[in-house]
């Protein structure tokens, strides 16, 4: 069975501060990963996806995510944080274009 | 492509009745999902459809639920005699096969 680990339910940093939001995945077969953002009463945005290419993916929004199967992880990185990013973030596996699993959530909060 | 359009979005019921959400996907979209999202959860996965025919269905999804899919257009997710623990917010996805899943705006529904 496939799941995704979200660490942090809640995540605050400063405007301008690095971001990162964490992800670990368990899956017998290879994976694929997506991030995707909600913000309240919305549906969810795809920011990026891992689908067995580049194995650093480039989003959208200046987000970006590395698969490390070592490290069974697809984090979630932006250098530098804009207001505009508060919202909750899900992390999600799928197989053969199956459905998603997702995580329980990062709700990530940006200080001024 | 208008994306994917749920519609009501938002329905308030008295518990005992039954109530039915549409869901109209990309056009060009074989593949159409069901979740349920609580607040502060990630989103469960319900029920997929590929074209007219349901592949999977959620433990989650008791015996009050039905789900069609008609022609392999636009489908239809009922709720027979609501319970106050179904309030959720319902979101429906599609997809093709290129892993390219894209989200409704959902259904938010409370049961008073």
């Known amino acids: 069975a496939q799941s995704v680990t979200q660490l942090g339910s809640h995540v605050s940093v400063s405007e301008g501060a690095l971001v990162l939001l964490r992800c670990n995945y368990s899956s017998s077969v290879p994976p694929y990963l997506f991030w995707y953002v909600q913000y309240p009463n919305q549906g969810l945005q795809l920011l990026l996806k891992?689908?067995?290419?580049?194995?650093l993916v480039k989003g959208i929004n200046g987000f970006e995510a590395e698969f490390k199967k070592s490290e069974t992880s697809f984090h979630l990185t932006k250098p530098s944080a804009h207001m505009s990013d508060a919202a909750e973030y899900f992390c999600?596996?799928?197989?053969?274009?199956?459905?998603?699993?997702f995580g329980t959530g990062t709700r990530l909060t940006i200080i001024p | 492509d208008t994306g994917v359009s749920q519609d009501p979005r938002h329905k308030i019921t008295k518990r005992g009745q039954n109530v039915t959400f549409r869901c109209d996907p990309i056009s060009e979209h074989n593949r159409l999902y069901w979740y349920r999202q609580t607040l502060g959860q990630g989103p469960e996965f319900l029920t997929y459809?590929?074209?007219?025919?349901?592949?999977?269905k959620s433990r989650l999804l008791s015996d009050r639920f039905s789900a069609e899919r008609p022609k392999g257009s636009f489908s239809t997710l009922e709720i027979q005699r609501t319970e106050q623990g179904d309030s959720a917010m319902y979101l429906c996805?599609?997809?093709?096969?290129?892993?390219?899943?894209?989200f409704g705006s959902g259904t938010r529904l409370t049961v008073v």
């Open positions: 891992y689908t067995s290419a580049a194995t």
């Open positions: 999600a596996v799928s197989y053969r274009n199956e459905k998603l699993t």
């Open positions: 996805a599609s997809s093709n096969n290129n892993y390219g899943y894209t």
């Open positions: 459809f590929q074209n007219e025919a349901q592949l999977e």
